[in-house]
């Protein structure tokens, strides 16, 4: 049984080939997740949460909701150059309290997402099982286009690391969490655990899920984000009332699942090891079956992985199905036939415009986009000021860089500023 695996024993024994002899796998994992990105998100929790009641940051809370809140009539939103510098500050000092959580690891009691009920309910969070929800949660914003934010694959390894062995006694919630650890391992190089926990989706299969059972099922997840929510700014609420929509929420078990085959088959692609690949992408092909993709829709991606394993006949048979899609236009079925007809001698040209490519990543999103659009609640999101704003803020802060050597970041003028303090 899957939940019986110790995922931290795990690293131990599989990662020892990602890692020189002289580095261990917690020391390169500790490396890779000690990055601004990971500074700035752990700041922003403590901003949010402020689990000591402190008044610095409770001030500093206070002046972002501020600058959240300032509106010139019906002009674009945009930061005047006191906001700026005013992010500046709280820029440079975000990342200071992130610093300083991380340094903790593990020891770490933080809290951010407190579950239903009162505080001496017996369901209370662990620290392990909140990252576990977070780490969910930032799958589920990385699927949506309402998330203002890049969410970075050193963030997902750290809430994956915290994460650890932790288990849901709900198979649908821990699924998805060792979806959601499958991709962080996966997308930094951990190749070969992220594809022994995808071997366990195979044979676990969740099928077509009904939505009212996934979202009663997903209630703890849902309650504590809201009891979270209820501590941010009302932009970041409005973003995630369109994140955690039923009809997205309905498709994020099996959602998570394709992503973690598709990104342990890049994984795999970027170590040259084409036949593992391979067989990742097959999988991810049975979950988006397992979505609801008409059979026409995956045809192109089935006859994409024939062609590549030299089965140009199983090709061809795909190529056919897939131009009966009635999402495709004329010369593109015109293309799909030809280049079926002629499989054994194709022009490069089309195989290279439809067997060569294999993103069913676009899949996912055209499935996530066209449900939001059914719910309509997106496009009210886009044209709200605040969420407008919010969005800016976000870019100015999550800016820890900058090309520009004339032009400081965010975060070196936030520092030469408390210097000057």
Request: charged share 25%; net charge negative.
């Amino acid at each position: 049984m899957f939940n019986s695996i110790r995922i931290s024993v795990l690293i131990g024994l599989i990662l020892i080939s990602g890692c020189g002899p002289e580095q261990t796998d917690d020391e390169r994992i500790l490396e890779e997740i000690d990055a601004t990105s990971v500074h700035l998100m752990l700041g922003a929790k403590i901003l949010i949460v402020n689990p000591n009641n402190d008044e610095d940051i409770a001030q500093l809370k206070q002046d972002l909701i501020e600058i959240l809140a300032t509106q010139e009539g019906n002009k674009p939103p945009e930061l005047s150059v006191t906001e700026v510098i005013q992010l500046a500050k709280i820029a440079f000092k975000l990342k200071g309290y992130g610093e300083d959580e991380l340094a903790l690891g593990r020891d770490s009691t933080l809290i951010f997402m407190p579950a239903a009920g009162d505080k001496d309910d017996a369901t209370k969070l662990t620290p392990k099982q909140d990252h576990g929800l977070f780490l969910i949660l930032l799958n589920l914003m990385k699927l949506n286009p309402a998330t203002p934010m890049l969410i970075t694959k050193e963030q997902m390894l750290y809430e994956a690391w915290m994460a650890d062995d932790v288990s849901f006694d709900n198979k649908t919630l821990d699924s998805m969490l060792r979806a959601a650890q499958v991709s962080a391992f996966a997308s930094n190089e951990f190749c070969d655990f992220a594809s022994q926990q995808a071997q366990w989706f195979k044979e676990s299969k969740l099928g077509v899920t009904d939505a009212k059972r996934v979202i009663a099922e997903l209630a703890i997840f849902t309650t504590a984000l809201g009891r979270a929510t209820a501590h941010a700014p009302a932009a970041a609420a409005q973003v995630l009332a369109v994140v955690m929509a039923p009809k997205i929420i309905e498709i994020l078990p099996n959602a998570l699942r394709l992503l973690a085959h598709v990104n342990t088959a890049k994984c795999y692609e970027s170590k040259g090891n084409e036949s593992a690949a391979m067989q990742q992408k097959v999988y991810a092909i049975d979950t988006l079956e397992a979505l609801g993709a008409p059979n026409a829709e995956l045809a192109l991606y089935r006859a994409s992985l024939a062609y590549k394993s030299d089965d140009l006949d199983g090709a061809a048979s795909h190529l056919k199905t897939a131009a009966k899609s009635k999402l495709i236009d004329e010369r593109t079925r015109q293309d799909m036939n030809k280049l079926a007809e002629n499989i054994h001698d194709p022009e490069d040209g089309l195989v290279n415009k439809y067997l060569n490519k294999f993103d069913i990543t676009l899949a996912l999103v055209s499935i996530v986009n066209q449900r939001l659009s059914d719910e309509g609640a997106y496009d009210k999101l886009k044209s709200s000021r605040q969420y407008q704003k919010l969005k800016l803020i976000i870019e100015k802060l999550s800016s820890s860089s900058n090309n520009d050597e004339d032009e400081p970041s965010l975060l070196d003028r936030g520092k030469k500023l408390m210097d000057g303090i």
